[in-house]
């Protein structure tokens, strides 16, 4: 029989340039707990990087995708039409409301940028984009190109996209320096694309005088406005879409990550006037809003829908715990919630990473994010039970209290 060591088996098989935060063996998983080989119950504060937001295996998602595979698995949407792809799109754009009711369909976040990327500089005509400063849009060349993340993710692949710029992320409302800087902006800029809370790079929202502010600077100039709510969106942030939070409507948004609760699917969505002229053809993909994929979107529509109004409650209960826990630690430096997008700033990379270890020991997964890697983020699935979460923070509290 072969064994259940799959850390083992996978280094030798596996290409090493993708990371690992942790050697767990998982064979199943149940809610907000994943399983290990040995039967171990892990509490997944990561939720597979903000994806699993209805929680692992949802009784209607899997009941949906199941339906789905035995009627059809795939016949490409660039070929015939089908249901699922139809009836996601349909119910997207209701959601999203604002005329924002075209969809394009990917299999991933990054693929999602790219089609963003490529439409606006389609309409535009112009090749510029100005992103923010600790930005993650994903690994693609075009999407990387607007990443800053981390600089690892840049190193040895240039030349990237020319005609990027990038502008210090709104940690406070920096309106006024924003408004210079579009004075100094070339012609060449046809979008500016934002993440409305800083994910990868920190866990760090934006004002909304900022969003507001930038949504005026992009009108007057005839620019387009890219919202990358990949993490953002689908209830993370207590609405469906954080630019409902902020009443801040963009021309363009990407979705993924939460959109499927783990199908790989993303979409590219505008308004239809912008995309009627992006041409037939112009892009396309082979994969673009697969049945299941598509089946798997709808029913996380039906489960988001049901656990919505609890997010802010959730979102206030762990931010108490939090701040009443930590707020005077001396190495805890900042602790950020927008729903359950939770960010715990702290002084250095080792600390956070020897933090993560230890709530593993534990058996609670958190992950880490920010430009100098040293905020643990906590984004576990939006159906997590009350219990559920004080139990994890209490957990991730009592370690961080161990380091003083
Ligand atoms: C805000 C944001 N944009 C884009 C991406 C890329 O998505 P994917 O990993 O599905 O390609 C991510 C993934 O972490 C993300 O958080």
Redesign the pocket.
């Known amino acids: 029989m072969m064994s259940s060591d799959f850390a083992s088996r996978g280094d030798r098989v596996l290409s090493p340039v993708l990371g690992h935060y942790t050697r767990l063996n998982i064979v199943s998983g149940k809610g907000s707990y994943l399983y290990t080989s040995d039967g171990a119950a892990y509490l997944d504060f990561s939720a597979g990087?903000?994806v699993a937001s209805t929680g692992h295996c949802h009784p209607k998602v899997v009941e949906a995708i199941q339906a789905q595979c035995a009627q059809l698995i795939h016949a490409c949407a660039g070929v015939v039409y089908y249901g699922t792809n139809v009836t996601l799109a349909e119910r997207l754009g209701h959601i999203l409301g604002n005329n924002l009711n075209s969809v394009f369909f990917t299999q991933?976040?990054?693929?999602?940028?790219e089609a963003c990327i490529k439409l606006a500089k389609y309409v535009t005509k112009k090749p510029g984009i100005l992103a923010f400063e600790g930005?993650?849009?994903?690994?693609s060349l075009g999407?990387l190109s607007l990443t800053t993340s981390k600089l690892k993710y840049r190193d040895g692949y240039a030349p990237l996209l020319e005609h990027t710029y990038f502008f210090p992320y709104p940690h406070t409302d920096t309106s006024e320096e924003l408004a210079r800087y579009f004075d100094t902006l070339p012609d060449t800029i046809g979008a500016v694309i934002i993440?409305p809370v800083l994910?990868?790079g920190g866990y760090v929202p934006a004002p909304t005088p900022f969003l507001k502010h930038l949504r005026e600077l992009c009108d007057a100039r005839g620019l387009l406005l890219i919202f990358?709510?990949?993490?953002?969106g689908f209830g993370r942030t207590g609405s469906w879409f954080d630019f409902q939070n902020h009443n801040v409507v963009p021309d363009i948004i990407?979705l993924?990550?939460g959109i499927a609760s783990g199908m790989p699917l993303?979409a590219c969505i505008s308004r239809p006037d912008l995309m009627a002229k992006w041409s037939t053809g112009a892009h396309g993909g082979t994969y673009s809003g697969n049945p299941v994929s598509c089946a798997a979107g709808v029913a996380t529509i039906d489960v988001i829908a049901e656990v919505l109004p609890t997010i802010s409650e959730k979102s206030k209960q762990a931010e108490t715990q939090l701040r009443q826990a930590l707020s005077d630690h001396p190495l805890v430096c900042d602790i950020r919630v927008k729903g359950l997008m939770i960010g715990i700033e702290l002084r250095d990379a080792a600390l956070t990473k020897q933090i993560m270890a230890v709530c593993l020991e534990k058996h609670v997964i958190v992950v880490s994010c920010g430009i100098h890697d040293n905020v643990i983020r906590i984004m576990p699935p939006l159906t997590i039970s009350p219990e559920e979460l004080n139990h994890g923070i209490s957990c991730l509290t009592e370690v961080i209290n161990a380091h003083r």
């Open positions: 990087i903000a991933s976040g990054t693929e999602a940028i930005g993650f849009h994903g690994r999407a993440e994910g990868e990358d709510e990949i993490q953002t990407a993924a990550k993303g």
